[in-house]
């Protein structure tokens, strides 16, 4: 099977913000400072190395359809979704916010193209339901973090 040009510019669209995504896990891993500092440490490792290798299986995808990744670092600055990340240090608490969001724009991203692969390519697709499922996981894991809990009468 040949991609489409709009199979392969949706999977660009995931490629770019799963590479984002990791380099600013990077930055969050190596900037995070205050309490908790050491499971939020090693809770981004898990991240970073999760959108490290989802964004190797959409690249390789990509190929497999004769497409072309593209996940120069210009490319990645021009067209990912994410919202910056800031250069200081960063508390804890903040970056729990940061990266949670970032999970959640991925997210977004690829659930935005997901119908549109699916109907042309549904391993594809398949393939962006387990990140999917993976990164709303983080996001729950890392969010909890600063979650206040919640009673049942609370809910209604």
């Given amino acids: 099977m040949k991609a489409s040009q709009t199979l392969d510019d949706n999977l660009q669209k995931v490629l770019v913000d799963l590479i984002?995504?990791?380099l600013q896990g990077k930055q969050a891993h190596w900037s995070v400072v205050g309490k908790n500092f050491r499971d939020l440490h090693l809770q981004l490792d898990e991240i970073i190395d999760a959108?490290?290798?989802f964004s190797d299986q959409v690249a390789e995808r990509m190929r497999a359809l004769h497409g072309m990744p593209d996940g120069r670092s210009e490319t990645v600055v021009a067209r990912t979704t994410l919202p910056k990340f800031p250069g200081d240090e960063v508390d804890?608490?903040?970056v729990?916010?940061?990266i949670t969001e970032r999970l959640e724009a991925t997210v977004a991203t690829i659930r935005g193209v997901h119908d549109e692969i699916d109907e042309e390519d549904p391993t594809s697709a398949d393939i962006l339901h387990a990140i999917i499922e993976k990164l709303e996981q983080f996001a729950w894991m890392v969010?909890?973090?600063?979650a206040k809990p919640r009673t049942r009468a609370s809910k209604k």
């Fill in 20 to 22: 984002e995504l990791h």
């Fill in 96 to 98: 729990v916010d940061l």
């Fill in 51 to 53: 959108a490290r290798e």
């Fill in 143 to 146: 969010s909890a973090e600063n």
């Fill in 92 to 94: 804890t608490a903040k």
